[in-house]
């Protein structure tokens, strides 16, 4: 096989809570994610040894990786900052390939918006490799592998409906998360994720105003299939930060429940709000709303990704 093409797809945060901080500086989460069928598409294609570079400024194993990115509003880089790039060097790196990889990605999800995009790129590329090269790693050696370019990584190569928690990296599978039409808006804003969680109040008298979701309850309901109990819980202690900051966050949020969502929340730390609907034509209505109107630069009408969807 030399070459072979894959679909990295997006999550979101179904639930979202922050503990405390840690000493290293990051932040012990518990969170509740889920697959959708939004996806960047992977090509990825073996080329014939010869060309000998010096990856990152570190010795490696002289392959060569090129990255040509389509789409992305120009934003994603196409070179060793990509986590797709990094991805790939770390695999070719450790097991010593010495033939060369093309990587082209076309980027479906947008950027810098709180659904791993890059994390899912990077997934996806990991799993490209190994089996591309018959590198022979199983899904758990592949997330011990993934965390170390980010902590998104390990959950986007299980996906499904999952419990994450520690800084993410720390998972357990869940059942299928009960069926639910999912409407992305992203308004036209930059959100730093630095800046999120370096105002985020946890350990002040502020932090009494802090709701933080009952994650467990929400794993519950899941494990039952009731769609709407689960839909209920939904929480992102982020949001405390983010909707102060940027109120169109909010107004997105308010505008979805007119338009007939079960819930609406920010994923991640933003800026993209989603809403779950039980009926595919109130979602197709809200997105044809939004898409006329000037809360959001980018909308979505997608679903929860199963083995069921279309692959």
Not at 13 to 21: A, E, T
Not at 64 to 91: F, K, M, T, W
Not at 162 to 188: D, F, N, S, W
């Amino acid at each position: 096989m030399d070459q072979l093409t894959w679909r990295a797809r997006a999550k979101i945060n179904l639930g979202l809570d922050v503990l405390r901080k840690r000493p290293d500086g990051y932040h012990d989460l518990r969170m509740v994610m889920q697959t959708i069928d939004l996806y960047d598409e992977i090509a990825l294609r073996a080329t014939e040894p010869g060309v000998d570079v010096i990856r990152g400024g570190t010795e490696g194993s002289g392959a060569a990786i090129r990255l040509c990115v389509q789409g992305g509003e120009g934003l994603v880089p196409a070179d060793s900052h990509n986590l797709a790039y990094r991805a790939a060097a770390l695999l070719m790196d450790e097991f010593a390939i010495r033939r060369g990889l093309d990587i082209m990605l076309m980027k479906r999800i947008p950027v810098a918006a709180g659904l791993a995009g890059g994390s899912t790129d990077a997934a996806a590329v990991l799993r490209g490799v190994n089996q591309l090269f018959n590198i022979g790693l199983d899904e758990r050696e592949l997330m011990e592998r993934g965390v170390r370019i980010g902590a998104d990584v390990p959950y986007c190569i299980m996906g499904g409906t999952a419990l994450a928690e520690g800084i993410g990296e720390r998972l357990t599978r869940l059942p299928q998360a009960p069926r639910a039409y999912v409407l992305l808006a992203k308004p036209p804003i930059q959100v730093s994720t630095k800046f999120v969680y370096s105002n985020l109040r946890l350990g002040d008298e502020d932090a009494q105003s802090i709701q933080h979701p009952d994650i467990d309850a929400q794993v519950q309901a899941i494990r039952e299939g009731d769609l709407y109990r689960m839909a209920e819980l939904m929480g992102n202690v982020l949001e405390t930060v983010t909707i102060p900051a940027f109120p169109v966050i909010g107004e997105i949020r308010e505008q979805m429940m007119r338009c007939g969502a079960v819930n609406a929340m920010m994923s991640g730390s933003g800026p993209t709000v989603f809403g779950l609907f039980d009926d595919p034509e109130k979602a197709r209505e809200a997105y044809t709303e939004f898409s006329k109107g000037e809360l959001a630069g980018e909308v979505y009408l997608t679903e929860f990704y199963t083995a069921e969807t279309v692959a």
